[in-house]
């Protein structure tokens, strides 16, 4: 079992810096262990402080080769309603692989396994020490996570879970409520792209950063930049 203070001393960590996500897509090029490592690595040596992953062989990996970096792991089963780390034996078997924080979906949308989050919550404390991040898309779902007990929360599902395709640009107007109502710690996560929106969303209260794409996959940063060519010479 987790002492507190060592959750304490993983949320200080956390605090006021940029925590890299390196996740691959099935069938991407750097879809292995391997490379979510060394992005990893590259991720720490450019001053992250932390890492959020997907996939317990990832996450393994990821801890053996950098033992103290603070780590966020998730599976995902899927990419329709609840697919981030939807049960409480994903919750455990991500712990189990090496994550200090497990990353679940905070939503109120039905899980696989029937629970509730508060029951999800409850299940997996009495099982680990894991401390536990709720992804969650509005306001109202950071409330009821705070309630059901979890330890951070994120803006990670801002924008996806309507069937309108999500802005491009990341849910700042979320960041700044979050900041006046909870009084768990929250991440800024989903969309930012920018070093200065980042920035801004540590201004309004966030309590770190999580960005992914922008740093960690190459095809998506490449299609920009190639994007931004053809509109000169279509
Ligand atoms: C919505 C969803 O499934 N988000 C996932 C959560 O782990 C990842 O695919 C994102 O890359 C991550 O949240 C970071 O966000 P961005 O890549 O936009 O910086």
Redesign the pocket.
Known sequence: MRPATAGAALLTALRGGLVV?C?A?PGEPLDAPIHMTAMALAARAGGAVGV?A?GLAEIAAIRAAAADLPLIG?V?RG?HGV??TPTVDDAIAVAEAGADIV?IDGTDRHRPDGRTLAETVAAIRHRSGVMIMA?VASEAQALAAQDAGVDIV?T??A??TEPDP?PPG?DLALVARLARTLSVPFAA?????TPQQCAEALRLGAHTV????????PS?ITARFAAALRQEHP
């Open positions: 996500s996740q897509e959020r997907k998730l995902k990419r697919y981030i990353a992804d994120s990670t599902l924008g996806y999500p990341p996560e989903g969309r930012f792209a999580v960005v992914g794409t922008a740093i960690t996959r998506s």
